[in-house]
């Protein structure tokens, strides 16, 4: 809903330049209301992002970290239970062979590095997003702020679209640029129809 707010910035900002000034002041009491309106949906969906971001940083760094230990100990542990590979990476380094029979050599911690970043991703994808998307649907609420009764009205009215964004939500929306679109509503919302509001009210002094 966020991601086409440039073009509706646009359309919403064309109908207000083409009104007649009697009517400029109705326009953007509907527009003020449409846009907070997105705006809260957007709330929400950029608060769960965020979340779900800060989980994601969690995973790789430990995936990451697993994957190396893996990588460089991985067949020494495997060696030291059945007694295979012969040669293990570190030994080779240590000694210098590597070069005789890098293939070998490099199989076994390759192969561990790779299904470890595998079994990474797909316990965050398959696992962790899930479940915090899960958790976000059964207490939207708790996305926004809802510190004044025009938001909690607003919130009555939006919860059902915010839901649906948040279901239709993937891995791949962390990066959609959520949080940038957010910026940009918000800033429609403290600048934009606040000047027009200015003046309007100016025009009426005169």
Known sequence: MAEGWPQERAQLIKK???????????????IDRQVNEVNIVAEAVS???????????????VTAITAILLFFFGDVIINSIIGMPENTLLTSIRTGSIGSAPFATLALPVIL?????????????????????K????????????????RKNLWHKM???????LKNLSVKDLWAGYSRSLAR??????????????KISHNQKD
């Open 159 to 165: 919860e059902e679209k915010v839901q649906e964004n």
């Open 185 to 198: 509503i918000k800033s429609f919302l403290n600048n934009d129809l606040k000047n027009y509001y200015a």
């Open 16 to 30: 207000i330049e083409g009104a007649a000034s009697y009517q400029i002041n109705h326009i953007l009491e509907d």
């Open 135 to 150: 958790k976000a649907l059964a207490q939207p609420a708790e996305l926004v702020s809802l510190e004044t009764d025009y």
């Open 113 to 133: 590095l790779i299904a470890t970043i595998v079994v990474g991703f797909l316990a965050y994808s398959r696992v962790s997003f899930p479940y915090l998307r």
């Open 47 to 61: 608060t769960f992002l965020d979340g779900a971001k800060k989980s994601f940083w969690r995973y790789f760094n």
